[in-house]
């Protein structure tokens, strides 16, 4: 494997099995051809065209937001997505829009619509040897149980902008506190868009780096990680390349930290792919 099969995996995204999701005039969504075809049943919500998906259903943000999760209730009864009653994410052309409807989470690879992220690296010298913590998820996530993932990491659900969901899945993923949260410094972004068996991932990952302490030890409140491993820099870097460890987003975070910080140099053979390959244009 390799650095760039990584980046690969996560844009396997083919533009012709793919229609828009309208709404409004604006693409909100990347429908796969055959998830579209199943919302002509939904005339009453979805008007389904040989070029596209437009969504009729009007009113205020409620009244959308019902009607779609009127048709997610029928799709889970058929198997065809899974639904996360507890969260949902807003839907809108572009972030910092206002939301059109809110999505039920489980549903958004099925609609194709851009969901966003909050990924941190929690990193601390020892000498000269760079470590980073790095958490292995629980058994019973529904997406990549057991997998290596960054100190924390969280969609932004509706209602919440980027800083409040980094502050509360610090507090519930690692138990760092508010004190030392707050000196954790975004360092940009990292989008893909990637066909999954659901429907299409078009995600967008706030980044951000905290130097935590030596005595800092993180502790999960939330059951969502079963441990946490302080790994040194060039080891995790080594496992992203050669082994499936790592979640499949997290390895796109890592990458850029190891681009940023110089654990990847300009020498090897894959540098440009990594540094080129973390950022999709958002069209």
């Not at 099995?17 to 604006?26: F, H, K």
């Not at 579209?36 to 009113?59: C, K, M, Y």
């Not at 020892?126 to 960054?150: C, F, T």
Request: glycine share 10%; aromatic share 8%.
């Amino acid at each position: 494997m390799s650095f760039r099969d990584r980046i690969g995996a996560c844009n396997n995204y083919d533009p012709a099995r793919v229609v828009p999701l309208i709404a409004a005039g604006e693409r909100i969504g990347l429908l796969r051809r055959d998830n579209a075809a199943v919302l002509g049943r939904f005339s009453e919500v979805f008007a389904v065209g040989p070029d596209g998906v437009n969504l009729i259903a009007t009113g205020d943000l409620a009244t959308v937001s019902r009607a779609v999760d009127a048709v997610i209730d029928e799709l889970v009864a058929e198997g065809r997505v899974p639904k996360w009653a507890s969260e949902t994410f807003d839907v809108a052309p572009r972030w910092g829009m206002a939301p059109l409807f809110r999505l039920d989470r489980g549903a958004v690879p099925f609609f194709g619509t851009r969901a966003y992220g909050v990924h941190l690296n929690g990193y601390l010298w020892e000498g000269d040897e760079l470590r980073l913590w790095v958490g292995r998820r629980a058994a019973d996530k529904q997406i990549a149980p057991n997998k290596l993932d960054n100190l924390v990491a969280g969609g932004i659900g509706s209602g919440h902008g980027i800083e409040q969901t980094l502050v509360k899945e610090a507090e519930e993923e690692a138990a760092i506190p508010a004190r030392l949260i707050r000196h954790a410094v975004p360092v940009g972004a990292v989008s893909y868009r990637m066909e999954t068996r659901l429907g299409i991932r078009d995600d967008v990952l706030f980044v951000y780096d905290l130097e935590t302490p030596p005595d800092f030890v993180p502790e999960n409140r939330d059951g969502e990680i079963a441990d946490f491993e302080l790994m040194p820099a060039p080891e995790a870097l080594q496992r992203i390349r050669v082994t499936s460890d790592f979640k499949f987003n997290v390895n796109l975070v890592m990458l850029d930290f190891a681009v940023r910080h110089g654990l990847l140099g300009t020498d090897d053979p894959e540098y440009i792919d990594v540094a080129t390959g973390l950022h999709r244009p958002l069209d």
